[in-house]
């Protein structure tokens, strides 16, 4: 996963993909319910994150490898620190149940341009080529088919195939 991103930071876009793809066939195939809804396939929007989920525990951050969750639970905001750091409560495939916060917008959103970025109402792309992309506003999650605000997700659990079809 590393070597491939560095591949993209040289801007060799080609051996990142092979990489990437080499990546991806590894991973289980996830799917699961999202608010009660079925979905096949989970994964951030933002291809440096798109196998993880990123996540404060206990004062460190963490990336916790999108195929070893079992359920993730947000609460819908109440506070104003709420739309920074949403809190989130996950079980995990080895069985640790972790509770933690999930930042709301992607890394470098402060500096955007646009107001509705900086504080999450919307999330932009910065295309890094070959068809790479960093998001900067609200992170957004491919669930499916259909792309899913953070702000939106409530209740999913998960489950993975052992082999990818």
Known sequence: YFA???????????????LFDEVHEQQPEVTGTLD?????????TDSFLSC?????????????PIESLRELVIPAPKTLFDLIWL???I???EGLSLVGYAPVVYPQSHVHEDERVKMGRMT???DLGGGFARGCGQHVY???????GILDIREMSFTQSPVRP
């Open 91 to 93: 079980n995990t495939t």
């Open 142 to 148: 491919d669930v499916g088919e259909e792309e899913v």
């Open 52 to 64: 993880f989920l990123e996540l404060i525990i206990q004062a460190h951050y963490v990336w916790i």
């Open 36 to 44: 009660g809804r079925s979905f096949i396939g989970f994964g951030d």
């Open 4 to 18: 491939a991103w560095d591949k993209v930071m040289q801007q060799q876009f080609e051996e990142a993909e092979k």
């Open 124 to 126: 932009a792309w910065v």
């Open 87 to 89: 809190p989130v409560r």
